[in-house]
């Protein structure tokens, strides 16, 4: 899964970069699987809510878990898997480090998309094209079930954002919507965007649910001691790559670099009744 000159130069130019299979059907099916359980298990909630960014939404629903690696072992170990660091370095540079991971899933009908925004409204890092989301289609997303859109070339210009009322915490801007790209993928397939680019999802208008799980990447020379600080509640912030990189033991407390294909081959395994 060598990422070329060419789309290396793409994500650097216009901000993102959608690769088709990344994750091979074994992967996805482990992934798929471990996402209902989560869902089964009621680790998932609602953000949605009627207007007022307070009060729960009784029609809509935008399921959401961040983070999500304390309650799997194998979205712990996805980061770590050789091909993922191959891509987020050459996409990024040599000292990554993880920096959040999230599932968003959207029930059939009543899955609500999230507004218009650019992560670095939230993260804030001083150079935008240093920090990438890699957004993973956990079933086929489309079109009609709301997959994720995305404006080109636009990472350099930080938008205006305000409180999106339809979300307890999020927030949204308003790009040009006029350039934004539709971006379809296989269950499998990721995107690549940069922490500048204005991105959206749409309504789930099928009956079927559709799931992403994102996780974030930036370059240590974005951070600063108080971004991994043991004092901060939150979740842990493994250096994936660099000097400083553990396979995870200085943040987790065990080796999770070379877990991937483990994993992966626990989840397929049949499972004892
Ligand atoms: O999947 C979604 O609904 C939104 C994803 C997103 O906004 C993100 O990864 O930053």
């Avoid at 060419?6 to 130019?13: L, N, P, S, T, V």
């Avoid at 869902?39 to 609602?46: A, D, I, P, Q, S």
């Avoid at 080796?255 to 004892?272: F, L, N, S, Y």
């Amino acid at each position: 899964m060598k990422l070329s000159s060419a789309q290396i130069e793409q994500f650097r130019r216009r901000g993102y970069l959608a690769v088709p299979g990344f994750f091979d059907a074994r992967e996805t099916a482990a992934l798929q699987a471990d996402i209902a359980r989560l869902k089964r298990n009621g680790f998932l909630r609602n953000v949605a809510t009627a207007g007022d960014g307070k009060t729960p939404s009784r029609e809509k629903v935008n399921l959401q878990l961040c983070p999500a690696n304390f309650y799997s072992t194998l979205i712990r170990a996805l980061p770590f898997a050789p091909k993922v660091l191959e891509a987020v370095t050459r996409l990024l540079g040599p000292e990554i480090t993880l920096h959040l991971d999230q599932i968003f899933l959207k029930p059939g009908r009543s899955g609500m998309g999230t507004a218009w925004h650019q992560d670095n409204a939230y993260f804030k890092i001083p150079q935008p094209l240093r920090g990438t989301a890699m957004w993973i289609a956990i079933h086929d997303a489309t079109v009609a079930n709301g997959t994720l859109r995305v404006v080109p070339d636009a990472w350099a210009t930080p938008l205006p954002h305000a409180r999106d009322g339809n979300s307890d915490h999020h927030i949204k801007c308003q790009p040009d919507e006029s350039k934004a790209e539709t971006v379809e993928l296989k269950a499998g397939g990721v995107i690549f965007f940069c922490y500048g680019t204005p991105h959206a999802t749409g309504d789930n208008q099928t009956d079927t649910e559709r799931a992403g799980l994102a996780y974030h990447f930036l370059c240590e020379d974005q951070t600063d001691e108080a971004f991994y600080s043991t004092g901060r509640i939150g979740n842990p912030r493994p250096r994936l790559t660099g000097p400083r990189a553990t396979g995870g033991l200085e943040e987790y407390g065990a080796v999770i670099a070379g877990t991937w294909d483990a994993e992966v081959a626990r989840a397929a395994a049949p499972q004892k009744s």
